[in-house]
């Protein structure tokens, strides 16, 4: 059932994830286009004297490393959420089209409204995020049977289909909008500084906490409704409020970082591999093991066709697409 | 051979011949008022532009009587009507492929805009356009079917597991479409702003500029695949009802399904070929038909197909005339009219049940 069965194990799993991500974060401020060697990023903290390099780690590197774990444990919180609130394996941001509700309501602020600040692409992108995720939703569950998994998805790529191809008009309709948004589209951590983040921040961690803060209340609802309802819990509410969170989450991620697919789809597989069903831990863990896979997924595509940068969303989607069909062949039942 | 009626069917009797089937004479009338809707679209889109010629000017030109003052015939045969031609074809094209896979996945959100299929197409034609400025464009349409093909060739491969199960069709495609268009991202955002518009052109859906050329390519895929559907149309209404019911009724699931599928893959690649992807027809068009004819796939493809065709070249129309001289892509007004469109749709059934 789980790999980890005590609860001292369990606890020291997560350190050890926590020290994996501080040595990712580590790796991901030494490594990058230009070579600096570690005794210069060490010393850009202790002794910063202004030069290049220091500006780079400063400026770029950290705020870059920071924000792609943020980003990361974001979406994963939120694909574990989702996937426990719809008892569906292949619940995601991404796949559910909140991404692309929230991406179409950023490029129509730009379009329509001339938006450029990012605080006002973080409020379109809840707007969009969340009215994508009740429309996915109230879809999904129409017609006899209520919500299936293969229902909720097919009403989540349905409606990203519907959503992207709006996104495109109003790109078509326009090439400078076009020109400022399109490496914002492709999801990409590059080129965000402090301040960015800083924006964002209360939203993404008023979303991080009001979710562990229901973690016990998922555990119950994911064994179903019946369930939860007989064990005395207002299930409409919990319902409600962890919904909030996912559009809190995913939607300040694609804020910052465009959309960025499949994380939300992978961890929390791989973390109920290791944990079990109780979302107590899965959550916690999911939080690491998002911010390691994006911080990681990030460096990777710095590395890979230096000096070249690949945008990371394309990254995460060569490991989740595969990860996607494999949970799609072998772990859905009819 | 004899003809007996009751409640708008018709049944057709060979006498000593043996044959008979029902008609649905429901069905044979609203067929007809779309083919006339179609028919009429194509008249007025060849009419209007910048240089307007009468409607009866168009009909007559186009059968090749001398009208107005001779000099139509370039206009009208060489200029304009094959583009109104591509429109409503890839309009039927599109419409049967969806038809089809609503039809085999019992899902009415299914439809080659979200198993894959188009972005499949995508991502091979975005690749050339944008990696391959050099190539001529020509080679577009065949690098899409193929990308069309690959994809659906992969799904099949992917979904089959001692069988193929409708349900795991739908999913691995997602999965599939989600992984090209990642990577259609990519071409578009490190692509040379020029090419990317034009690839973004080509995504949406248009049928600008488009003539015999593009025409007669597309022809064949129609004349083969087309009939193969609506012969399969029986099964469908077998397969409709689950595989095992199916079986029951004697139909090959796994051999019947396939046949569709191949139907519905190469009508859809070879739509998205000729006129990129023209989004929401495949969704849309299946359920207006099934408003006006009922769930019957005998009176369901056609109608759809002629549907399909209506809406394409009325949506060509539209997007030619609301800005001009500014052309809007006939795909960006497929997906605003059928976009809303689809969504009532889902909440009257969902109401309904």
Known sequence: MRLLRSRALLLAGLLACGALLVLCLLASVRFGAARIGTWEVISAFTDYGGSEEDLIIRTLRVPRALIAALVGASLAVAGAIMQGLTRNPLADPGILGIEAGAALAVVGSVFLFGVSSLSTYALFAFLGGGVAAGAVYGLGSLGHGGMTPIKLTIAGAALAALFSSLTTAMLILNQQTLEEIRFWLAGSVAGRDLGLLLQVLPYML????????????????????????????????????????????????????????????????????????????????????????????????????????????????????????????????? | MSSRRWGGKAVVRGGRAPFSFRIDLRAVFVFVALTIVALAGIVVNVGVGEYRIAPLDVVKTILGIEAGDGGYDFIVNTLRLPRALVAVLVGVALAISGTILQGLTRNPLAAPDIVGINAGAGLAAVTLIVAFPSVSAAFVPPAAFV??????????????????????????????????????????????????????????????????????????????????????????????????????????????????????????????????????????????ARQLVGPNHGGLLPTAAMAGGAIVVIADLVGRTLFAPVEIPCGIVTSIIGAPYFLYLLYRTGRAK
């Open chain 1, 206 to 334: 008023a979303g991080l906490l009001l979710s562990l803060a229901l973690s016990r209340q998922i555990t119950t609802l994911s064994l179903g409704d019946d369930v939860a309802a007989g064990l005395g819990q207002k299930t409409g509410r919990v319902k409600a409020l962890a919904a909030v969170g996912v559009v809190l989450l995913a939607g300040s991620s694609v804020a910052i970082a465009g959309p960025i697919g499949f994380i939300g789809l992978v961890i929390p597989h791989v973390v109920r591999f290791f944990v079990g069903v109780d979302y107590r831990w899965i959550l916690p863990y999911s939080v690491f093991l998002g911010a390691i896979l994006l911080v990681s997924a990030d460096i990777a595509a710095r590395v890979a066709l230096r000096p070249q940068e690949l945008p990371v969303g394309v990254m995460t989607a060569l490991v989740g697409a595969p990860f996607f069909v494999y949970l799609a062949r072998w772990r859905v039942k009819r």
């Open chain 2, 147 to 288: 990308g069309a093909v690959a994809v659906a060739a992969l799904l099949y491969l992917l979904a089959w597991r001692g069988g193929s199960s409708p349900m795991r069709l739908v999913l691995i495609g997602v999965g599939l479409g989600a992984a090209a268009s990642a990577f259609t991202t990519l071409m578009i955002t490190f692509g040379e702003i020029q090419q990317v518009s034009r690839a973004l052109v080509w995504l949406t859906g248009s049928v600008y500029g488009r003539t015999w050329d593009e025409v007669w390519p597309f022809l064949p895929w129609l004349l083969v695949f087309v009939p193969l559907a609506f012969a399969g149309s029986r099964h469908l209404n077998a397969l409709n009802l689950g595989d095992e019911v199916a079986m029951g009724l004697g139909a090959h699931v796994e051999r019947e399904r396939g046949i569709l599928l191949l139907s519905s893959v190469a009508l859809a690649a070879a739509a998205v070929a000729t006129a990129g992807t023209v989004g929401f027809v495949a969704f849309v068009a299946p359920h207006i």
